[in-house]
């Protein structure tokens, strides 16, 4: 997973968008990420998921777990770590 994020971060930039995602060629993703098992499989769940992203939550991915569940890809086990991980308590600078 680190290796992926590092190499997508690589292909987008380091502050990269749940759009700019949305708005990639599967066929570019699945290149970046060829490294990994399924890559067009997953490439094409991680365009999905951010379209359903971009669509439902005006690009902030959501923070409850029936709400990330909702998202294309992402099952229970999923959706409950990036409910704790995923906070934006946990990035404000207050």
């Known amino acids: ?6 190499a997508i971060r690589a292909f ?9 995602i ?3 060629k599967q ?10 098992n ?6 094409k769940h991680l365009i999905r998921g951010s379209l359903d992203i971009v669509k439902d ?5 959501p923070e409850k777990v029936e709400d990330l ?3 294309t890809g992402i099952g229970p086990k999923l959706a409950e770590i990036l409910s704790v991980v995923n906070r934006r308590d946990a990035y404000s600078s207050s």
């Open 38 to 43: 399924m890559p067009n499989s997953k490439a």
């Open 57 to 61: 939550w005006g690009g902030d991915v």
């Open 27 to 36: 066929e570019e993703i699945a290149q970046v990420i060829s490294f990994v």
């Open 1 to 6: 997973v680190t290796k992926a994020m590092v």
């Open 22 to 24: 949305a708005e990639a």
């Open 69 to 71: 569940m909702k998202i």
């Open 12 to 20: 987008f930039s380091s502050d990269f968008t749940v759009q700019q």
